[in-house]
């Protein structure tokens, strides 16, 4: 596991999303995080904004950049805890042809382990395919969102990691 440096940068573009309802472009901190982290490893962000924690609005809003040609990956930040108001995996749920991929949240629960202990129980982080579209839900805390990028999204999301990554399938996901 590792960046071959042989290969050439493909670098890609993301949208990030932020699930909540008492965040504001001034106070967003864990977007912060992350629309830095994009750019900084090479790729593009092509769009940010704010949902509140609404099931319907946030699947209205996620369905709109699926079908948007010029974002290639979503990631979310927030929604994904166990309170009523936490809704970013029942969201995804509703989305037209998503499909899992239960591996992201495993691996970002065993990973956030290592910072957080037992607590990271408590997270419903997930990731789901839809359309062509990798949609990345992380939790909203800025350490989530580290662990979720540097741990995991910063290599899958690199064209060059091997043995494999997320981008070298992006030609094929639309195959049926």
Avoid at 12 to 27: F, P
Avoid at 35 to 47: C, D, F, M, N, P
Avoid at 125 to 154: E, H, M, Q
Wanted: a negative charge; aromatic letters at 6%; one cysteine or more.
């Amino acid at each position: 596991m590792a960046i071959d440096e042989t290969k050439t940068f493909t670098p890609i573009n993301i949208a990030v999303l932020t699930v909540s309802d008492t965040r504001t472009a001034d106070d967003d901190t864990s977007g912060d995080i992350l629309a830095e982290r994009v750019k900084t490893a090479g790729h593009t962000l092509t769009q940010r904004a704010i949902i509140r924690d609404d099931a319907g609005l946030l699947a209205d809003h996620l369905n709109i950049w699926i079908e948007d040609p010029n974002i290639d990956a979503i990631v979310s930040t927030g929604g994904t805890g166990l309170t009523g108001r936490d809704v970013t995996p029942e969201a995804l749920s509703r989305i037209d042809g998503a499909r899992d991929i239960p591996g992201f949240g495993e691996l970002f629960r065993w990973l956030s382990f290592k910072t957080i202990g037992t607590s990271t129980i408590q997270s419903r982080a997930c990731a789901v395919v839809a359309r062509g579209t990798y949609i990345f839900a992380l939790p909203g805390s800025n350490g989530a969102v580290k662990d979720g990028w540097d741990g995991i999204l910063f290599e899958q999301l690199d064209s060059r990691n091997r043995p494999c990554n997320f981008v070298e399938l992006m030609p094929r996901l639309r195959e049926s």
